[in-house]
């Protein structure tokens, strides 16, 4: 299928396939799945080879991302034609966003959810701290792992200094980063939640339990460390720390509406994108899966005019007349898209899908 140049609106019925094409066009780019980790479940039932290939191009050019996984094989990826890394396709891979109804933990589930999406944003925004998370997890673990030694009398308490000072660098800069990505979505989410209709006060507050300075993190860790010790973990750090999305003075987690829900993630979303676009990256590719449903027509309205004022999206929606009419809108029916596809491979012996 060719994507329109702004919104294309696929619609179908329950099971016609609208979440495996999201799915499909994550994968090309991602070669990883926004709905299982588990890659087996993307093998066609009875087959043994997923593969996506979509096509991008930028002022003229075309780059070809083909993306596979076979249970034998394994992930595979190619950058036209030739097998290639992340890193050797970065450079001509659109950043893609994803909505779909699962990712609603985001605004609902607990703050571990909401400190790794805010993380994997640090890591786009900026690539030279994309390590940092992982960084912090290790050096934890290394720290909890020596807490247990010490617990059981296997190590002596003062092995805790070094590691003590190497969480709280490592941590402030974790926590730095994530302080810096808050203020700069900060106002382009109060701006999305006007443009999307989610009325009253809105806000994104960013909550460093342990503050983003080393020497307040290594004292405070020093403090607990007896307290860490007896619970063989490390109770206190900038791994506790809260995102929050506030709407009149409440958290939207446990008292926004569904629909409210829904419009702070998609604000969250759009802050996002416009941070990137600020940064001088390509405007991300928006694929929203069954988005419609839970908003009411005048705020499903807005979010067309929003998704129609730059870049590229694919939307699903389970009925047509749930995608308001605009120009910006490429309408596209899925039983029409299988139908067409089902001819081509019958024609085509040697089409792959
Ligand atoms: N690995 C697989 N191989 C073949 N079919 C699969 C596989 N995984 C799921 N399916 C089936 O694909 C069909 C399409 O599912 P999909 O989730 O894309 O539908 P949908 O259009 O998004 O429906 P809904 O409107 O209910 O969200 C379903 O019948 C599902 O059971
Ligand atoms: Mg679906």
Excluded at 7 to 33: C, D, I, Q, W
Excluded at 51 to 69: A, L, P, Q
Excluded at 216 to 233: F, K, M, V, Y
Excluded at 298 to 314: A, H, K, M, Y
């Amino acid at each position: 299928m060719d994507l329109g140049e702004n919104v294309t609106a696929v619609h179908g019925p329950n099971g016609s396939g609208k979440t495996n094409l999201t799915e499909a066009l994550y994968f090309a780019f991602t070669s990883r799945s926004f709905r299982t980790t588990d890659r087996r479940d993307l093998v066609p039932f009875g087959g043994n080879l997923a593969r996506v290939r979509v096509g991008v191009t930028d002022d003229d050019v075309t780059h070809e991302f083909m993306c596979s996984y076979g249970r034998e094989e394994g992930s595979r990826s190619f950058l036209d034609g030739a097998p290639a890394s992340r890193e050797d396709s970065s450079p001509f891979r659109p950043a893609i966003t994803v909505f779909s109804p699962d990712r609603l933990e985001i605004v609902k589930g607990p703050p571990a959810v909401r400190r790794s999406h805010l993380d994997a944003f640090v890591a786009a925004r900026w690539p030279s701290r994309s390590g940092l998370r992982s960084e912090f997890g290790r050096s934890l673990a290394q720290r909890n792992a020596l807490l247990s030694a010490v617990a059981e009398g296997s190590s002596s308490p003062g092995q805790l200094d070094t590691w003590d000072l190497q969480l709280a660098t490592i941590g402030a800069k974790l926590a730095s980063a994530r302080q810096e990505a808050v203020s700069e979505l900060t106002p382009a989410y109060r701006k999305a939640t006007l443009d999307l209709g989610l009325e009253g006060e809105n806000d994104l507050i960013y909550r460093a339990s342990a503050g983003v300075e080393a020497s307040s993190i290594a004292a405070g860790l020093g403090e607990r460390r007896d307290t860490d010790i007896a619970a063989r973990r490390t109770t206190w750090g900038p791994h506790h720390d809260e995102l929050r999305l506030e709407h009149d003075g409440r958290q939207l987690r446990r008292f926004g509406s569904q629909g409210q829900q829904r419009l702070g993630l998609l604000s969250l979303m759009f802050a996002e994108r416009l941070a990137l676009v600020g940064a001088g990256r390509p405007v991300p590719l928006m694929v929203l899966d069954d988005v419609m449903s839970e908003l009411d027509s005048s705020r499903r309205e807005r979010l067309v005019e929003l998704l129609g004022t730059g870049g590229q999206s694919l939307i699903t929606a389970a009925e047509g007349s749930l995608i308001p009419d605009s120009p910006a809108v490429t309408r596209v029916s899925m039983l029409e898209l299988l139908d067409a596809a089902s001819r081509k491979g019958s024609d085509d012996p040697k089409a792959d899908g």
